[in-house]
Every structure is written in structure tokens, then in C-alpha cells.
């Protein structure tokens, strides 16, 4: 086998011997595909069309031995290491250029204990997968509202969806993670083990190991009551203020979804998703106080959804390997002038395909102390994700601008990012990566320190190690 050239993590490139790589072949169960290899084109794919990295190394690891293997591997040689799990991060940290990227993508069991209400999932499945197992048993957990993003990377960066109202971020409901940290030691992170690991790993993103088993709790989630709606885009400014003004009083079985896009002849259009969970009776009256009456509506077509069919509602709108680029904030209440500035621009959108939106935080997410997890904005009430998306990579630097011009002028409303959302540190400086994670920063970078000192897991919205 011949030698392979490999980026490390200082950024020098090393030269991996033909013997060495053998060896590395022969103790993994999964394959180990390198550049030129059959697959390898198709395995660095990942669902933003524009990331076009090429890795020395892509491991397809088949089990937590291989994880183990493949962890010990890249630390005995100081390769540039990244984790893909869903492969659906904007960013496209998944994927590095010239070093080890761990594939998980193919550990997809999800396994329901319906008299527990727990799943125990790999670290491979989508929310598609997930949804599917657990919904046989009219059980849910809440889950991204794309059903094609991963489980992994959703949760280990918080994680919101259709449920939060009700049941609070995604990593709030992870009962255990499996996970192997740097020294290659497969540990458990609960309330009783590891309990640092556990806070770090809710909220933390891949800085602390690669987790292979998340242990959710999960709730009776029958049909739920949803779906979107739409007014003129002459009402949008209407349609935000009723928006806003209702969100300090929504109830915790309403969860919204905000927005500016254009329908498929090219109108734009203001739009609210709502997914209400639980009594359909009490949900109508709900409906009919909020999102029927903000403004005049052009489309309502809210009505009793399956939840994995409400999962899907925006799968078209965000289908794989396009262009994309995002830009998220946080914010605690969204301002007149706010709201202005993103109807104006959104005039000026460069590509149809494009969105604006505000994405509901509060409720259940806020009623967890921001201490209580590594996740620490629980006092923001929406994201305001400004979503750039095109086809020809000649508009990638006008499309990308776009975002870019739209998230710095709202800077003023803005109280930290959604982690993510957030790219490498090359890419958003560390300021941006801190006030991603808030408060909960100098602690963070203590365990980080404990738990990953050569900082081997960088290739993320990274904390670096003291
Ligand atoms: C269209 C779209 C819609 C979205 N909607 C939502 C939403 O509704 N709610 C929400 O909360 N977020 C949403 N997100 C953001 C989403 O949470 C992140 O993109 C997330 O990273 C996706 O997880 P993944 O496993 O698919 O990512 P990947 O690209 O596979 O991984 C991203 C990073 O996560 C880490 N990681 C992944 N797996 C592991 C593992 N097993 N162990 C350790 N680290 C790991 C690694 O650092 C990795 O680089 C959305 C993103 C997009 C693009």
C-alpha cells in the first residue's frame, strides 16, 4: 500500500506509511477509504452542496470498537480529525481538508423501550430514522424540524424542534451518552456518571468525544395540530408584530416558526408554521387566538398532522446539495426595527430560493437554569436565521454577502448565536464561537482541558483547552 500524505493538527503535513495504514485497515471492522478509493467522492458528500473537502482518510467505523480504533489512531498520529454523524451541518464541519474523518453515518439503530418511553440511538440516524422508531409506539422526543439533519450534531449543540414548547431542547432529554472521549476510553456521561461530561456533552457540540449511544427520554406525542400559513407580503410587517406580541403569552403546546420566502412562481410571502401538541379542541381555540388573527391570512392550512409528516413540512425548502450558507442569532424579543430591516432586505434577496425566520426558543427551554446545561441561552425567546440558498456556484460570494449583510444589521437585537449554526473558528473568530456558548464558557474550557488537552476534537465550534 502506498504512503499517504496527511494534514495534522498543527497544520503541517505528515507522510503516513503504506505499513501503517494497513494497519489501521486491518483493525477496523468498517472500511477505510482513501482518496481515489471506490465511494470516497460519495462519502465526503455532505448535504451543503458548497463544502467540497478532501480528507486523507475516511473512516466508516461499524462499531464502537472501530470508534475506539480510529480515536487512538488519529491521536497516536496528530491527524486533523473530524466526526460526521447527520452530514447536515451548514458549516460543514464533517468534513476537513487532508486529515481523519470519522464516518458514523452508518450506525443508525434506534431501539424503543415503550414501557421506559426511552430510545437508544447510534450516533447515524437522521430525525427521519429517529421519528419513524419511536412513533410506532406514538412516542417522541423533541428533534430538528428538517427531518433529514442528524440526531448526533442536533443534539450535542442543544437541539430544537416541534416539542421544545413543551418539553424543552433536545439535549434536556438525553438521559445517558456513550461516548469516547480522546485518551480513546469509552465512557458513560449521566446524572450519576461523569456528571461534568454529561453537563459539557448538552450543549457542548463534538469538543468533548464522539458519542455513540444516546439514551432519550421520550413523551406521548399523538396526532399533532399544524402546519403552515401564509399572508400577503404587503402584511409581513403585521404578521410580526401580532407574532411577537404573542410569544410572551403562547402556551407550552405551541411551538412557531416565523418567516419571509417566496412560493415556487417567485411571491414572496409571509409565512407561520405552528405545531400545536396536545388537546386538538383547545388547540383550534389556540390557533384561532394567534396565527388566524395576527393578520388576514392568504392560506391557512393549518390542520391535524401526523407528527413525522409535520417533521418533513420543510424537507423541499432545505433538500440536499444545494448552496447554503446561514447566519443565526439569538435574540430576547424582536424589535420594530428589527422586524424592518429584514422586510427590507428581504426585498433585496439575491436567490428565490432563499429565507428568513424566527425559530420559538422560551418556554420549555427556558424554564432549565442557564447553568444547568453547557447549552446556557435559556433567557433568548427566538433565532433569527437568516438562510441563503442557491444552485450556481457563481452566486456563492452575492448569496453569501447577502446572509452576512442581513446578520450584521441586526447585530444590535442580537444576544448570542445558536452553536449550531456556528462554523470553525477560521471562519467566525472566537468571539462569535464564546458568545455561542455564553456564560458557560470558562467552564467549558476547564473540561475541555480535562477531557480533550491535545485538543484533538477541533474541527467544530471549538473550545480550546487551557
Ligand atoms: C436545513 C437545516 C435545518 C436545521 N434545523 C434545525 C432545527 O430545527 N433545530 C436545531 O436545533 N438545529 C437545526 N439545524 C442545525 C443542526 O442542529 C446542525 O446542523 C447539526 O450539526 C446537524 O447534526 P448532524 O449530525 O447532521 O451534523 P454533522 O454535519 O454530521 O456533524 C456536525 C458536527 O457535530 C459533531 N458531531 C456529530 N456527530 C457527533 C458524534 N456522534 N459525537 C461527537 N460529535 C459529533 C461534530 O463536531 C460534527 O462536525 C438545522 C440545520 C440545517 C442545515
Known amino acids: 500500500m502506498a504512503d499517504v500524505r496527511a494534514v495534522k493538527l498543527d497544520g503541517s503535513i505528515s507522510t503516513l506509511s503504506g505499513a501503517k495504514i494497513a494497519a489501521f485497515k486491518k483493525q477496523m471492522r468498517g472500511a477505510v477509504v482513501l482518496a481515489g478509493e471506490q465511494g470516497y467522492d460519495q462519502l465526503r458528500e455532505v448535504w451543503n452542496g458548497q463544502i467540497d473537502r ?15 480504533a480510529a480515536v487512538n489512531f488519529a491521536r497516536d498520529n496528530e491527524l486533523l480529525t ?22 458514523l453515518h452508518g450506525l443508525r439503530n434506534v ?29 417522541a422526543t423533541p428533534g430538528g424540524a428538517v427531518s ?17 414548547g413543551r418539553h424543552g431542547l433536545t439535549c434536556d432529554n438525553v438521559i445517558s451518552f456513550r461516548v469516547v472521549t480522546a485518551d480513546g476510553t469509552v465512557r458513560t456521561a ?16 463534538g469538543n468533548f468525544g464522539i458519542v455513540t449511544q444516546f439514551e432519550y427520554q421520550l413523551h406521548p406525542v399523538g396526532m399533532m395540530l399544524g402546519g403552515m400559513i401564509l399572508y400577503p407580503f404587503d402584511q409581513a410587517k403585521a404578521f410580526f408584530q401580532g407574532y411577537r406580541d404573542y410569544l410572551p403569552s403562547c402556551p407550552d403546546g405551541l411551538t412557531t416558526f416565523g418567516g419571509l420566502f417566496k412560493l415556487p412562481d417567485g411571491t414572496s410571502v409571509a409565512g407561520g408554521i405552528a405545531a400545536w401538541n396536545g ?16 393578520t388576514t391570512p392568504m392560506a391557512d392550512l393549518l390542520g391535524p398532522i401526523r407528527y413525522c409528516k409535520l417533521q418533513q413540512l420543510i424537507d423541499q425548502q432545505t433538500e440536499p446539495f444545494r448552496r447554503y450558507y446561514v447566519k443565526s442569532n439569538l435574540m430576547r424579543e424582536i424589535k420594530d426595527e428589527c422586524i424592518d430591516i429584514l422586510i427590507d432586505r428581504y426585498t433585496k434577496v439575491p436567490s428565490p430560493l432563499s429565507m428568513m425566520a424566527f425559530q420559538q426558543f422560551g418556554n420549555g427551554i427556558g424554564r432549565v ?46 444576544h448570542g448565536h445558536y452553536v449550531n449554526q456556528v462554523g470553525l473558528e477560521s471562519e467566525e473568530g472566537v468571539d462569535h464561537i464564546k458568545a455561542a456558548f455564553g456564560d458557560n464558557w470558562e467552564r467549558l474550557v476547564e473540561l475541555k482541558t480535562q477531557y480533550d488537552p491535545m485538543n484533538l476534537f477541533r474541527h467544530n465550534q471549538n473550545i480550546r483547552p487551557k
Open 54 to 68: 478532501k480528507p486523507a482518510l475516511i473512516a466508516r467505523v461499524a462499531g464502537e470498537d472501530d470508534v475506539v
Open 82 to 103: 473530524s466526526v460526521r454523524g447527520g452530514g447536515h451541518n451548514m458549516p460543514g464541519l464533517a468534513v476537513n481538508n487532508g486529515g481523519l474523518m470519522l464516518d
Open 111 to 139: 431501539r424503543v423501550d415503550p414501557v421506559a418511553r426511552r430510545a437508544y440511538a447510534e450516533p447515524g440516524p437522521t430525525w427521519f430514522d429517529f421519528d419513524y422508531e419511536c412513533q410506532a409506539f406514538g412516542l
Open 148 to 164: 433529514h439533519t442528524g440526531i448526533a450534531g442536533l443534539t450535542l449543540g442543544g437541539g430544537v424542534g416541534w416539542l421544545s
Open 190 to 205: 449521566s446524572a450519576d456518571e461523569n456528571p461534568d461530561l454529561y453537563w459539557a456533552l448538552r450543549g457542548g457540540g
Open 279 to 294: 388537546d386538538h379542541a383547545e388547540g383550534q381555540k389556540v390557533l384561532d387566538a394567534s396565527f388566524r388573527k395576527f
Open 369 to 414: 437554569t442557564p447553568d444547568a446545561t453547557a447549552y446556557g441561552h435559556r433567557n433568548e425567546k427566538v433565532e433569527q436565521m437568516t438562510f441563503s440558498a442557491w444552485t450556481d456556484p457563481a452566486g456563492d460570494d452575492e448569496n453569501r454577502a447577502w446572509a452576512r449583510e442581513v446578520s450584521d444589521s441586526v447585530q444590535p437585537f442580537a
